[in-house]
Each structure stands twice: as C-alpha cells, then as structure tokens.
C-alpha cells in the first residue's frame, strides 16, 4: 500500500506542476499579447488550418501529367480515376497523412497523394455553363476592350484576381475576365 500512496503522490506533484506551467503560459498570453503573432494568420470564416498549415478549403492544381485519384487515403485503396491533364484547377477539401481529398470541377471527389498537386493557381472557364464563349478583355473593367473569347472548359494561369476581375493566361490568349466566370478561384479572393 506504501507504494501505491507514494506513487499517488509523484502523479499529484506531476498535475501540480503542469497546473503551475499552464497558469504560466496564460499569465504570459495576457500579459505579452504578441507571443502569438508568430503563429499563422487567422483563416477566413469558414476555413480552417489543415494538418500541413494550409488552410482547408484551397485552391490546387495537377503537378504530374497522370494522377490517380483513389477511393481512400493510401495506395491500399482502388484507383477511382486518372488525370491525364497537369494544371488542372482542384480543390483540397479534406487532408489526411500526406494525402489530399480533392473535388473537381464536376463536384466529383477522390483521394490524391500530396506530392501530385501544386499551388500553383489555375482556373476553367465557367465548366458547369455550355454555350456562349465568355469575354476576355485588356482590363478589369467591363467597358474594356475584347481581347479574346474563350469556350467554357478552357483552363488557363491565374495571374492575380482583383475587384472581382481576374488576370487569366494561357496557349493564344491573355486578359481580364469576372472571376464569376471561373472554377478555380474563390467568390471573394483576391491573388497576387
């Protein structure tokens, strides 16, 4: 029984301690308030800080020219589908170990090992839209001039989003288009 008294003891002077320590670091939040401006920024309403210290939701694209997409996180899990298109604008919804849940532009979802994927930015023009080309002009404004139409399904590089307006690119053309009309950027994000 001695034993047992004296090891309740070691684990109560153990919580003490970690009690002291806690007491500490809050004592020391308040009173130095920039002891945690180190830290990563504050992510927006909605997003939250994944495993790797990105934030979950982001923006991705396709790194490798082919890219299994599998029904699980591990290379145990049945290949679901293959990317044959690098560049290609997904969207990281979920992070597990070194894998990444991604949606596609079709809303399908799989699993694809991280090391695949960039951050480079790049978006499709208006996928869930057939029909008419949409505008592509020489500013961010919708008075300006027509550079080029582009089908929707065409990908380009996002260069930067500003105002609503953002700065696409790819083989044959360059301008502005309403970031209302890509798959690929966020309602309201601005890029460098």
């Not at 597990?96 to 790049?122: A, C, P």
């Not at 989003?161 to 994000?189: A, H, M, T």
Request: hydrophobic share 40%; net charge positive; with cysteine.
């Amino acid at each position: 029984m001695r034993g047992v008294l004296r090891n309740r003891g070691r684990i109560e002077k153990k919580h003490n301690g970690m009690r002291a320590l806690a007491a500490f670091a809050w004592l020391l939040l308040l009173v130095h308030p920039l002891a945690t401006s180190t830290s990563a920024p504050a992510s927006p309403a909605g997003v939250e800080v994944g495993p790797s210290g990105l934030p979950v939701p982001r923006f991705v694209s396709l790194k490798a020219s082919r890219v299994n997409v599998r029904v699980g996180p591990g290379e145990d899990y049945k290949v679901a589908w293959v990317f044959v298109k690098p560049g290609l604008p997904l969207e990281v919804v979920q992070e597990f170990d070194n894998w990444r849940r991604i949606r596609d532009s079709d809303g399908s979802m799989g699993w694809v090992f991280q090391g695949l994927l960039s951050g480079k930015r790049t978006a499709v023009v208006a996928p869930w839209a057939g029909g008419d080309p949409r505008p592509i002009r020489a500013a961010a404004r919708a008075d300006a001039s027509i550079v080029a139409y582009l089908e929707p399904g065409v990908m380009g590089e996002i260069e930067r989003c500003q105002d609503g307006w953002c700065r696409i690119s790819g083989k044959g053309f360059s301008g502005w288009i309403d970031r209302e009309q890509l798959w690929g950027v966020y309602p309201n994000e601005d890029i460098d």
